[in-house]
């Protein structure tokens, strides 16, 4: 394996030009998929490749309960450095633990805590908070509870009629498509391996211009859209979110995304071309992550061989 066992390390760090290109090109939905499917699959690789690491590097210490035939100077040699690398491995894996799984925890209980705070208003889809902060939020259902829209009657008493149908498709929209489990994913991919942060960032603004355009589809109306969602940055501008539902406010670089929605609709392209920007966007994505996960694969495969062939019968 040589050097190659560290590749699904640092091949993340091709996720800012992808995110980038991605975000820019390709009709927001695409984006959105495309990018969430990347950070994940480079996550595990990344995440596996550590798990090697440490089960190589480690398993001559004293007292590891590891069998004795993995700690075979062959089996060592496949690791450059494994000692090293072993070592490294074992804070490095404990640290994806801990924030991969104190981030599954903060999610769980702000949504419960969410529903909570809405105890006692009607079951309906919209929930009409009292409110004199202006905001909206999409809350995703738990616990066999139903998806509601979230919105302040600040924001509504501030909105025209049109408007406010724009900002309850767009709103529907994030529901409908389940946008929080992208987010989701592209936050614990980015918990486990740093070099992916840019695409958690490309991915809460591609879900945000994924619900612009639904809304603006469903509405009739792109200018609607982008005037509504111009009122509503304006109004909430410099006033903090709720705390029970901050973790679902993304609103995003609203000038970009009015920008957007005054221009053209995206198209969607099945397969573009290879030698143009999207084509470039896409098919740059699609090599990275199969080269990460093949490295893995390869990886992780190889060194099951050896580790099996080094343990004693």
């Not at 075979?72 to 090293?84: H, K, L, Q, T």
């Amino acid at each position: 394996m040589g050097v190659f066992v560290f590749l699904p390390l640092v091949l993340p760090l091709t996720a800012w030009p992808v995110a980038r290109l991605a975000e820019q090109h390709l009709h927001p939905r695409t984006a959105t998929r495309l990018l969430t499917g990347v950070a994940a699959v480079m996550a595990v690789c990344s995440t596996v490749c550590l798990g090697l690491l440490m089960v190589v590097g480690t398993a001559q210490l004293p007292g590891n309960p590891l069998p004795d035939g993995w700690s075979d100077p062959e089996v060592r040699a496949a690791v450059p450095y494994d000692g090293i690398a072993g070592r490294a491995a074992i804070p490095a894996l404990c640290a994806v633990a801990v924030v991969c799984g104190r981030t599954l925890w903060r999610h769980r209980r702000v949504r419960r805590r969410a529903h909570r705070a809405l105890a006692g208003l009607p079951g309906t889809e919209v929930a009409v908070l009292p409110d004199g902060t202006p905001y909206a939020y999409a809350l995703p259902g738990d616990s066999g509870r139903r998806d509601r829209i979230v919105v302040s009657a600040a924001l509504l008493d501030r909105l025209q009629p049109a408007e406010r149908r724009a900002l309850f498709a767009h709103e529907r929209a994030h529901l409908t498509a389940r946008h929080h489990r992208h987010l989701l994913a592209v936050r614990l991919a980015a918990r486990a391996n740093p070099f992916l942060w840019p695409l958690r960032t490309a991915v809460t603004y591609t879900a945000e211009r994924w619900a612009d355009e639904d809304a603006a589809q469903a509405v009739g109306s792109r200018r609607t859209v982008a005037r509504a969602i111009g009122r509503a940055a304006l109004l909430s501008h410099g006033t903090p979110p709720e705390p029970a539902f901050a973790n679902f406010a993304a609103p995003g670089p609203v000038p970009r995304r009015v920008t957007a929605l005054l221009g053209p609709a995206p198209v969607v392209l099945r397969l573009p071309p290879v030698f143009t920007t999207v084509g470039l966007a896409v098919w740059g994505a699609a090599a990275g992550t199969a080269v990460s996960a093949m490295s893995s694969a390869n990886s992780a495969v190889t060194m099951l061989v050896i580790l099996h062939a080094a343990t004693p019968l």
